[in-house]
């Protein structure tokens, strides 16, 4: 229950943290878009898709907002709690079982090569052989 509970702490401290890393990253920052980024070529393409300017509301726009301006209140709260969710989701997961060995399942205690017959190497004569000349 603890794992899960940290796990959902780092994933919701994670989510928001992230945001503003990733869009100063591509080139979303409070100076501007940073020339030659992604965010560059993003907003080229919604400009040229919209006959030279870049429509108010758009992702381009909304991006550049919130890398300039940051997250509202409500907004970092609502994607800490996503991130939580996906954080305890994933700190909750619990391992898959072992696979059975190939060749179908094997009765308990009976591991492979147990109960196989040995088979002994043929043995040498014990009189000398003749020599026929």
């Not at 907003?43 to 006959?51: R, T």
């Not at 996503?82 to 094997?106: E, M």
């Amino acid at each position: 229950m603890i794992k899960r509970a940290a796990a959902a702490a780092i994933g919701g401290a994670l989510a928001v943290a992230a945001v503003p890393a990733v869009l100063g990253a591509v080139g979303f920052s409070g100076a501007g878009i940073a020339a030659s980024s992604i965010a560059a070529k993003m907003m080229s393409a919604a400009a040229a898709a919209n006959g030279g300017g870049v429509a108010a509301g758009s992702l381009v726009a909304t991006l550049q907002s919130v890398g300039a301006a940051g997250l509202s209140t409500s907004s970092n709260i609502l994607l800490g709690s996503v991130g939580s969710a996906f954080g305890a989701l994933l700190g909750g997961a619990k391992r898959a079982p072992p696979s059975p060995p190939p060749g179908g399942s094997r009765p308990e205690g009976e591991q492979p090569g147990e109960n196989v017959p040995q088979v002994e190497p043929p043995k040498p004569p014990l009189r000398p052989e003749k020599h026929e000349k």
